[in-house]
């Protein structure tokens, strides 16, 4: 007899099960179970868990733990097995396809000792969806309709695997989902997330807002904001450290969207007292954009000469809509010759300081500002590597100039990376030098 059934037929009786124990002050756990072999071979880049992870602390529903394993029936069943140890909600990913390798059914029916039972609803679906694209069904698609007993079909209209959701005895609850992730995606948005949010009165959602620093390191930073970091419980406080710049992830846990935004504009405000200048975006700002918003607020223009990075800074400032408002012109000068003829570095700089020193980037900046006509220019000279350096010139060393009408400085910056990371740490450089110039003369009148 089949006892599988379309997730929404009965919730009735779902939620009557599923809601012994569970109350919305109740922390429920989740693991994440991520199947196939690709995934452990770094063939394939595990975007599914990422995702899940993320809708689900919007949802306000906590990942405690995420797993992945190979498509191998014993350490699925093993797997699962430890997961639901620990926690109440299992979700697991992949493995759900027509072919051998495809064990997650199986391993879920093996594991909570429960048959397969051929579901004809599903069968039919799967046989319509191959009708409608004018294709012949092979026969190992019905093993995507063997549905384990009891469990809860959540239907798929974006591929042939359905989905599952099977209650344990005591209150846990196994939710199977299309490894696939333009099918996983909407199953998990639209039918898993609000039944685990019924189904185990989850009432509270997770709200974040990320706050983007750059020019101080990351030990300095947790120096001067440790004792938040350690003290606040919510929101919660965490520093994730990147290549060019540090993220400071702010996460609160409430019912009320407004005391939500409450709480962290408190703490936003409290962090940027504390770090200033050193914040210059918040969530998805990159630090071009910041960048472009001050040159149009001052009217300024500016153009770029550039050596070692490769014309990066020019691409990230003019990589963003109306940006022919502020970027007038950039150069790549990669050689000494380009560097006298366009620019007008004196020749005897060159030979008496070489090309990756501060006096060249200085001549840079201002023969770049001379040749462009605009408020202020840059220059940017230095080593990116792998070869090249000496023992008093270093892979990494690196000058970035800045001329404006009043003025014509530079810094030194000495990057430890491989090439592509020095390129990017220098346009980064280069990027926050400008802003924070920008910064300084906001109240100062036109540049």
Known sequence: MLTSQRF?????AVERSAGKGHTAAQEVRVEILTIGTELLLGQTIDTNAAYIGEALAAAGIDVHWKSTVGDHEARIREALRTALTRS???????GLGPTEDDLTCRAIAAELDRPLILDQTVLESIRRRFTERALVMSGNNERQAM??????????????AP???????DGRMVMAVP???SEMRPMLKEQVIPRLREVFGVRSRIRSRTLKACGITESALDETISDLVRLSRNPTIAVLAYPDEIHIRLTVKTESELEGDRLLDDLETTIRTRL????????EERLEEVVGRLLLG???TVAVAESCTGGLVCHRLTNLPGSSAYFIRGEVVYSNDVKERLLGVPHELIAEHGAVSRPVALAMAVGMRQIAGTDLAMGITGIAGPG????????GLTYVALASDDDVTCREYRFLSDRDTNKLLASQKALDILRRHLLSHRHAGPI
């Open 8 to 12: 929404g037929d009965q919730p009735a």
């Open 88 to 94: 109440e909600i299992v979700i697991m990913t992949g």
């Open 147 to 160: 549905i384990p007993e009891d469990a809860a079909v959540l239907p798929n209209p974006h591929g042939t």
């Open 163 to 169: 989905g599952l959701a099977i209650r344990v005895g």
């Open 179 to 181: 490894g696939v992730p």
């Open 276 to 283: 200033g200048e050193f914040l210059f975006g918040r969530d």
């Open 298 to 300: 001052a009217k300024a």
């Open 388 to 395: 090249g350096g000496t023992t008093t010139k270093p892979v």
